[in-house]
């Protein structure tokens, strides 16, 4: 592929995809089918506002996404924790059984306790966020006018000021706590332990204080359209200013400025290319580190692999009959334990002479020796 890097320079990348099978030993072995590259994103079979799968075509990431797609697993547990952790990402996220909300007779919001959980899906419409219907209702919906100007992908119901722009998929998020608010709202299963939902804080007031509520909390891949990642390609969701630094600011996920709203060409950041979840992005791993699940495998309750010690050697076109070899660079570690499945995405680059196109793309030789 050709492409830049975040100094603007070009470059040639060689993209390439290893699929590994394990068994409950979590020794990792060549798995008989191997995953293609993404071409390009897929939605959700189940739930189109959800990103199956990001494409795996990004000639350059400034870190490694680590993706788990699969249940938690609880055993009949009303509430308990699913990890996930490989080199220095670390994860966790607090699973609650189904939940109602209810308004009692003081005006108060009340939980009732959670139902037992033997799976659950680890997906972001489990997650905190969504969209409030009741509201939206009561208020009416300004992009309804412009609606039929806006591009295909900004036309379905959650183009709305009343979704969540974190997760507009996900459950729980209210703006008042109305009758039928309430009555319609649906609690997440999914939750970040350090800040959960909790009745006394549930309901925002107003649409634009949404910087000040949970972050949804799953392993699955955040789609480009959703806060912070829709920042990076210089689009901020409109907000009211917070008091204090928000939720990605404080825990090191995002920079000081992520609100801040720029001209396009300012705002752009290489950090669109990321779409591991918060926490799970990490600096360039090597492939030889120890990942550790907890609650998210069929059959153990904590499963520990090993990512193979078995590194690419990756060599680019070097123009007039020769091959440059690159410092390969992993941009993506898949783990989906329900399949004992685990892809790795590498990536070799070196600096370029200019953008190539397609058809010079297709001619040009490369190199990829397994050691």
Avoid at 158 to 170: C, E, I, L, M, V
């Amino acid at each position: 592929m050709s492409g830049t890097d975040p100094t603007g320079g070009y470059i040639l990348a060689v993209l390439l995809k290893r699929t590994y099978g394990f068994g409950d030993n979590g020794v990792l072995r060549d798995a008989d089918t191997q995953a293609p590259l993404v071409v390009t994103p897929e939605p959700d079979s189940e739930n189109s506002q959800l990103l199956a799968a990001d494409t795996d075509l990004y000639p350059y990431k400034l870190a490694t996404d680590v993706v788990v797609k699969g249940h938690a697993y609880g055993r009949s547990r009303k509430q308990f924790e699913v990890s996930v952790r490989l080199g220095a990402a670390e994860k966790r996220v607090r699973i609650t059984g189904d939940r109602r909300c209810t308004l009692g007779s003081n005006g108060r919001l009340i939980f009732s306790d959670p139902a037992p959980v033997e799976t659950m899906p680890l997906r972001y419409d489990r997650a905190y966020g969504g969209w409030d219907a009741a509201a939206e209702s009561r208020y009416g919906n300004p992009v309804d006018e412009v609606r039929e100007y806006l591009p295909p992908e900004l036309r379905g119901a959650h183009a709305s000021p009343f979704t969540y722009p974190r997760n507009p998929s996900g459950a729980g998020y209210l703006i008042e706590q109305t009758t039928s608010a309430v009555d319609a709202l649906r609690l997440p299963n999914l939750e970040d332990p350090l800040d959960p939902v909790s009745p006394d804080r549930l309901a925002v007031g107003d649409a634009r204080r949404w910087p000040g509520m949970p972050l949804p909390c799953s392993f699955d891949w955040v789609d480009l359209g959703w806060f912070p990642r829709v920042a990076y390609f210089g689009l901020v969701p409109d907000h009211e200013s917070p008091a204090k630094p928000i939720a990605e600011v404080a825990r090191g996920f995002a920079p000081d400025d992520i609100l801040v709203q720029t001209p396009l060409v300012d705002k752009f950041s290489f950090r669109c290319a990321n779409g591991g979840s918060l926490g799970l992005q990490t600096e360039y791993l090597r492939g030889d580190e120890y990942v550790e699940l907890v609650n998210m495998h069929p059959k153990l309750a904590r499963l520990v692999l090993r990512l193979p010690n078995q590194r690419p050697r990756i060599w680019i076109d070097g123009r007039k009959g020769t091959l440059r070899e690159t410092q390969p660079v992993i941009h993506t570690v898949l783990i989906e334990p329900d399949e004992d499945r685990l892809s790795i995405v590498w990536r070799g680059a070196a600096p370029a002479l200019r953008p190539y196109m397609e058809d010079e793309l297709a001619k040009m030789p490369f190199r990829v020796e397994w050691s």
